[in-house]
Each structure stands twice: as C-alpha cells, then as structure tokens.
C-alpha cells in the first residue's frame, strides 16, 4: 500500500471512529484446531519515513521500547 492510498482510506473514515486505536492484526490459523482462527493486536505508537527504501515504517509498542533501549545506549556520554 502506498502513503497516498493509506492516506485516501483514512481521510474516507467517518470523525466518529477519530477515537479508535490503530493496531496491527497478527492472524494465525489454531494448530489444534484448524477452523479457528487465533488473533493479536499490536496498538502504533510511532512511525517514520524511511527516505532511503521510501517506506514509511509503523511501529508497536514493543518495537518502540527497542528503539528506545538502543538510542539510550548510543547517546552520547556528558564529558565531565
């Protein structure tokens, strides 16, 4: 999907859904069971264009938290 197209089905939204979380949707077929479908949501908390693969990246929680741990890892020490 490209931005424009994502941005076009967003803008189509009726204001009242304004209030919803967006989330990925992890599907998966039930091992045991294979008419039942198990699912997992994962809420976006952030996002970034990517210029060089031109993508715009969407993050999870969890991702974020990563991206977090490892720019606290490589910031810079304060010279005292």
């Given at each position: 999907m490209l931005l424009?197209?994502?941005r076009?089905?967003?803008n189509k939204l009726p204001a009242e859904m304004d209030?919803?979380?967006v989330v990925t949707r992890e599907i998966k077929l039930d091992e045991e069971d294979s008419n039942k479908m198990l699912?997992?949501?994962?809420?976006?908390?952030?996002?970034v264009p990517d210029e060089n693969t031109k993508r715009v990246v969407l993050h999870d929680y969890e991702s974020q938290v990563v991206i977090n741990e490892i720019r606290e890892k490589n910031k810079p020490k304060d010279t005292e």
């Open positions: 424009k197209e994502l076009d089905w967003v209030e919803f979380v699912f997992k949501d994962f809420p976006l908390v952030s996002g």
